[in-house]
C-alpha cells in the first residue's frame, strides 16, 4: 500500500565536468612561453590533482571479502576487486557523489552511491543463494511494498503501566481501534519487567546486532478511561491489555516519515504466559521495526507464530541493517544515501501511520 499523503524525496547530485583553465590569450604572451611545450604547457594541464581513495566488496552475512567483482562508477570507469574484496581508485574526477553498480559470480547486483574522494568504501553484497523471496516478504513489504522501511537511530522503549480496556480499544480481529483506552487495572512491576526482557532480548536479534539495547527505557501511566498516548516519536509504545479466545497473539504498527525511516512505532500485548509468550513479543517487535510477515522461510516472522528468532531472521536483519531506508529490490539504494557517509538523522515528518499488523 503506497502511502500517497507522503512526498518521496530523492536528492540528485550533478558533477562538475573535468576542464582546464581557460589560457591567457594569445596575443599578450611572449613567443617563448606560447611555444609548443612550453612553461605555459604545464600552467594549462588539468586543474585537479589525482586523489586516490579505497574500499572493500564484502559477503554481507559473513563479512568476508567477495572477490572477482566489478564495481563500476558512473562517469569514472570499473575497478577490479582483488581475491580479498579490496579495490582502490585514482582520479583526477572532480568532488562529488557517483553512482555505482557492483556485479560479480554469485553476488546480488548492488547499486548504490559513494562520494569522492572520500572514506573507505565498504559494499556489503548480498549472495545469490540467500533466500531473497523471504527477504522480500520481512524487510521491504510491510505497509508499501518494495521498499525497505526501517530505523536509522536505536529507539526508545516506553511501556504503558495501565491496561487497556479491550471492549474499547480492540476490534474483533485482535487490531487496535483508533483510540487505545486506559482501563483501571494496572501491570504489576514483574509483568512489566517481563515485557522488557522479552523485547530487549530480540531488539539485537532483528537489527543485525546494529542496537544492542533501546535507547532509553521508561514507563507512562494512564488514567482509567483516558487516551493513551501510544505513538512516541524516537520510541516503541507498548500496550497491553486482556487475553481473547485462542492463542496468545499483538499487534504492530510503525510511523515512517517521507524518507521511509521508521521514526515512531507500537507494539500490543495480550496479557499470557504461554512458551510462546517471547516469541510472540519478538513477532510484534519485528512489525514495529518495520518487518512484515513472511512465508518462504521458517521465521519469527510468519503470520501465525510457531518459532522463535530463526536464522533466516538474524541473516535478514543483518542484510536489512547494511541498507539504508529506501532500498528496493534487487538491491538499489536510493539517489541520496552514500556507502562512505554516515546516514543523516532521521526527519519526524511528514509521518504516515501505518495500519497495523497481528
Known amino acids: 500500500m503506497r502511502h500517497s499523503t507522503v512526498p518521496l524525496v530523492f536528492v540528485l547530485a550533478v558533477t ?36 586516490s ?14 572477490g572477482g567483482v566489478t564495481i563500476r562508477i558512473a562517469d569514472i570507469g570499473d575497478i577490479a576487486a582483488d581475491a580479498a574484496g579490496h579495490f582502490s581508485l585514482d582520479s583526477e574526477a572532480a568532488d ?10 554469485g553476488m546480488v547486483e548492488r547499486q548504490t552511491s559513494l562520494v569522492f574522494p572520500g572514506e573507505p568504501a565498504t559494499l556489503p553484497l548480498i549472495p545469490i543463494s540467500f533466500n531473497t ?9 510491510f505497509v508499501e511494498p518494495g521498499v525497505l522501511k526501517r530505523w536509522t537511530a536505536a529507539p ?8 487497556l480496556d479491550r471492549a474499547a480499544s480492540i476490534d474483533a480481529a485482535g487490531l487496535p481501534l483508533e483510540t487505545l483506552v486506559a482501563s483501571a487495572q ?38 482509567a478511561g483516558g487516551a493513551v498516548e501510544a505513538l512516541n516519536l524516537g520510541a516503541i509504545t507498548v500496550v497491553r491489555y486482556a487475553r481473547g479466545a ?16 521508521v521514526v515512531a512505532g507500537r507494539v500490543g500485548l495480550e496479557v499470557c504466559a504461554d512458551a510462546l509468550a517471547a516469541p510472540v513479543a519478538a513477532h510484534e517487535l519485528g512489525h514495529a521495526l518495520g518487518y512484515g510477515h513472511v512465508t518462504a522461510s521458517p521465521s519469527v516472522m510468519t503470520a501465525t507464530v510457531t518459532v ?21 529490490a534487487p538491491d538499489v539504494d536510493p539517489e541520496g544515501f552514500t556507502v562512505n557517509q554516515p546516514l543523516p538523522p532521521a526527519a519526524a515528518g511528514p509521518l504516515f501511520i501505518a495500519p497495523a499488523l497481528p
Open 16 to 51: 562538475a565536468a573535468c576542464g582546464g583553465r581557460s589560457p591567457t590569450a594569445p596575443s599578450a604572451l611572449p613567443a617563448e612561453l606560447d611555444a609548443p611545450g612550453g612553461p605555459l604547457a604545464s600552467e594549462t594541464a588539468s586543474p585537479l590533482e589525482v586523489r
Open 96 to 105: 562529488g557523489r557517483y553512482r555505482v553498480v557492483v556485479s560479480g559470480a
Open 308 to 328: 522463535d528468532v530463526t536464522e533466516f531472521d538474524r541473516q535478514a536483519a543483518a542484510i536489512a541493517y547494511q541498507r539504508p531506508p529506501g532500498n528496493r
Open 186 to 223: 494496572q501491570q504489576s512491576e514483574a509483568a512489566i519487567n517481563e515485557v522488557i526482557a522479552h523485547l530487549t532480548r530480540a531488539l539485537p536479534l532483528l537489527t543485525g546486532g546494529q542496537f544492542t539495547a533501546f535507547s532509553a527505557v521508561s514507563t507512562q501511566t494512564t488514567a
Open 53 to 66: 581513495m579505497t574500499g572493500r566488496a564484502t559477503n554481507a552475512l559473513t563479512g568476508a571479502g567477495a
Open 246 to 261: 485462542g492463542q496468545c497473539r499483538g499487534f504492530g504498527q510503525i510511523a515512517p516519515n517521507g524518507e521511509y525511516a
Open 133 to 141: 523471496r523471504a527477504f522480500e516478504e520481512m524487510a521491504r513489504n
Open 156 to 163: 526508545a522503549l516506553i511501556v504503558e503501566a495501565s491496561l
